[in-house]
């Protein structure tokens, strides 16, 4: 996974990159970003050698979380946790547990769910790197075809984006067969765009037509969970999204999915900005060809 010493991520962004990177991380990295996350206050005011003693790890390892978690140095760092502090005190709602019971009452079930929804939405467009998604937009907008490969969950994503860049007039295919996928990806070369959504980051019948587009010189594109996941060895452009805690009742699939829409959403309305002279009309008209069926 590459790293970025760019601008480091917003105060507000750090729990988000803990959830997102975590899984990604040795043990010894995991229980220093757990810490830092869970008291940003108690952690601002440590040097890098008291955090390592805290955490029970060493400063080498300090210094890797915080590059890891997107800040040069630790004292970028410690910048970032006084700024959440701030934030934490100034009066933000305490977070609810959102395990959802056998027996919880439904209203109970629906507010659980909502707090998740908006969590997981906050933590993806909190953790998105920008940049790499106006580099993903660029490619879309000058695409000669583009192909959107995703299995299961992630394949009504694919479905989802395609139908959005159909809708304004670009040639968009969803491929959920990994077959079709891969035949589809030969055709592929350079000026095309290949878009491969896995929460894993490990889902072989996703990376393996991204691969061959990628092999074939189209623009590649992965959509993932874990951008230290074998997808990213062949995209242009990663666009991570929030990793979410799964429970027996909310499974890993529909938390991921909801980032997954925030960023093809995301995706859909900057390709749509710069061809908006070409997609709104577009969009015009299929909303006139679809009206009829609307009305009563």
Do not use: W
């Not at 959440?84 to 629906?110: C, F, K, N």
């Not at 909801?258 to 008209?285: H, I, K, M, N, W």
């Amino acid at each position: 996974m590459k790293e970025s010493f760019g601008t480091p991520p917003a105060p507000a962004a750090l729990a988000a990159k803990v959830r997102t990177l975590g899984p990604s991380m040795t043990r010894s990295m995991q229980r220093v970003a757990e810490a830092v996350a869970g008291d940003p206050a108690g952690c601002a005011a440590l040097t890098v050698t008291g955090l390592a003693e805290l955490t029970g790890t060493s400063e080498a390892t300090v210094v890797r979380t915080a590059r890891l978690l997107g800040y040069p140095g630790y004292r970028d760092l410690r910048l970032a946790l006084a700024g959440l502090a701030a934030q934490q005190q100034s009066g933000r709602a305490p977070a609810i547990t959102t395990d959802i019971a056998v027996d919880d009452p439904i209203a109970d079930v629906v507010a659980k769910l909502a707090y998740d929804e908006q969590q997981t939405l906050a933590d993806t467009a909190a953790g998105l790197d920008t940049v790499q998604l106006g580099a993903a937009v660029t490619a879309l907008t000058g695409a000669r075809r583009t192909d959107v490969y995703g299995v299961g969950a992630s394949g009504l994503v694919a479905q989802d984006l395609t139908q959005k860049l159909l809708r304004i007039g670009l040639v968009a295919h969803a491929h959920s067969d990994p077959h079709l996928a891969v035949t589809n990806a030969v055709q592929l070369r350079a000026g095309d765009v290949a878009i491969a959504i896995t929460h894993s980051g490990s889902t072989g019948d996703v990376i393996e037509p991204l691969r061959v587009a990628f092999e074939r010189g189209a623009t590649t594109v992965a959509i993932t969970g874990r951008p230290d996941g074998p997808v990213s060895q062949y995209a242009d452009h990663v666009l991570t999204t929030s990793t979410a805690r799964e429970s027996e009742l909310r499974p890993a699939a529909m938390s991921s999915r909801t980032g997954q829409l925030l960023v093809v959403d995301c995706l859909f309305v900057g390709v749509a900005q710069r061809t908006y002279e070409t997609a709104a009309p577009a969009l015009s008209a299929s909303y006139e060809a679809l009206a009829h069926r609307h009305r009563s």
